[in-house]
């Protein structure tokens, strides 16, 4: 059983290059998010979907996009970067509904714009 | 709205000393409340969770928190630090409504540090 699994570890990009990050659970949640962890501000979060075909805002949503084609895969797509999307990326999921469903995280994405 | 306060930043402890780490929130309905774990360059794991069950919860690696209704706090606290405990620490809360907004809203952290 894998869990949540994140793709790639580390990565490098020029600005103004794209990239995807790679998000993949095999736990049949329904819920999948993407925050990004900077020093200082905790998590917040980019985006969100409650289920194949779904997807919302979160806090910080300008510069990314995200798809939910099947309940397994939610990419996280930069589409320009810049320097200040130089972070940490979290993907998360968890059941949508019972109250005390917990959230399941990823390793992590450490991205640098450069 | 939820909203969850963590109400020190850094904590620093002595080896074989209690820990408290607050944490104040904020929900218009019964929350679900957490706690997570970062050790440095890792990801995040859950210590314990909050589902209008117990009241005192007992999470991993001698953890434990009280939920406090009338204080609106969740404080997290262990009879004895281990330097293996150093990490930032997060208290999140999920509100549940009508609405069923299901986000998570997280505290800034506390980072833990530990003394030998």
């Known amino acids: 059983n894998a869990g949540v699994t994140q793709t790639p570890k580390f990565q490098v990009l020029k600005t103004g290059q794209s990239m995807t990050l790679q998000c993949a659970q095999d736990?049949?949640?329904?819920?999948m998010s993407w925050y990004r962890q900077d020093p200082g501000m905790g998590l917040r979060l980019i985006h969100y979907?409650?289920?194949?075909?779904?997807?919302d805002q979160g806090e910080v949503p300008n510069g990314y996009n995200v798809s939910r084609s099947t309940t397994e895969d939610f990419p996280l797509r930069l589409l320009s970067a810049a320097p200040s999307q130089t972070s940490v990326y979290f993907c998360?999921?968890?059941?949508?509904?019972?109250?005390?469903?917990?959230?399941?995280f990823g390793q992590g994405t450490r991205l640098t714009v450069v | 709205a939820q909203s969850v306060t963590q109400l020190d930043s850094h904590v620093s402890v002595s080896e074989g000393t209690p820990v408290l780490l607050r944490c104040n929130y904020s929900?218009?309905?019964?929350?679900?409340l957490f706690w997570y774990v970062q050790h440095p360059n890792k990801g995040l794991q859950l210590l314990l969770k909050y589902t209008s069950a117990a009241t005192l919860v007992k999470g991993i690696n001698g953890f434990e928190a009280e939920f406090k209704k009338s204080e609106t706090s969740f404080h997290l606290t262990k009879p004895s630090a281990h330097m293996s405990d150093a990490a930032e620490y997060f208290c999140v809360v999920r509100g549940y409504n009508a609405g069923n907004n299901r986000k998570l809203i997280w505290g800034l952290g506390t980072s833990l540090a530990v003394n030998p």
């Open positions: 929900s218009s309905y019964s929350p679900s």
């Open positions: 736990m049949n949640h329904e819920y």
């Open positions: 979907s409650v289920g194949a075909g779904i997807t």
């Open positions: 998360a999921t968890s059941y949508y509904r019972g109250k005390g469903s917990e959230a399941f």
